[in-house]
C-alpha cells in the first residue's frame, strides 16, 4: 500500500481459490504460486495424520531441507521481479501512485 507495487504475494489468494473452482488456467494467471501452496498444505496434512498414526516422523528430510527452502526463496524473489517488471512496463506512475497510499 506504501509504494502502489503489488507484494510478492499478492493475488495467491484469489490462485487458490480458482484452483478450489477448478480453473487452473485463471489459477495460475493470478499466482503462479497459488496451486503450489495448495500442494505443499497437503502434504503437510498429510505428514501430520502419517505422524500420528505411525507415532514416526515423515518426510523430515524434504520439511526441513534448507536447500528447499532456499530454493523456494529463490524462485518466489525471481518471479516477483519478472511480475514487477511486467507492472511497470504495463503502468506509468501515475496510475501507481493512485494506488498508493499517498494519492
Known amino acids: 500500500m506504501v509504494t502502489g507495487f503489488p507484494c510478492p504475494g499478492c493475488g495467491i ?12 488456467d485463471k489459477s495460475l494467471l ?3 504460486f ?5 500442494v505443499f498444505c497437503l502434504l503437510v496434512l498429510f ?3 502419517a505422524e500420528i498414526f505411525y507415532q514416526k516422523p515423515f518426510f ?3 520439511f526441513y531441507s ?15 521481479l519478472i511480475r ?4 511497470i512496463k504495463n503502468n ?10 499517498w494519492r
Not at 534448507?66 to 516477483?80: F, W
Not at 514487477?84 to 507492472?87: A, D, E, G, K, V
Request: charged share 15%.
Open 60 to 62: 523430515d528430510k524434504i
Open 47 to 49: 505428514k501430520l495424520v
Open 92 to 101: 506509468n506512475l501515475d496510475s501507481v501512485l493512485k494506488q498508493s497510499i
Open 34 to 38: 497459488g496451486p503450489i501452496f495448495i
Open 13 to 24: 489468494t484469489k490462485s487458490i481459490v480458482y484452483f478450489y473452482e477448478g480453473d487452473i
Open 30 to 32: 493470478h499466482h503462479l
Open 84 to 87: 514487477l517488471f511486467i507492472y
Open 66 to 80: 534448507m536447500k528447499l527452502a532456499y530454493l523456494m526463496g529463490t524462485l518466489l524473489g525471481i518471479y516477483h
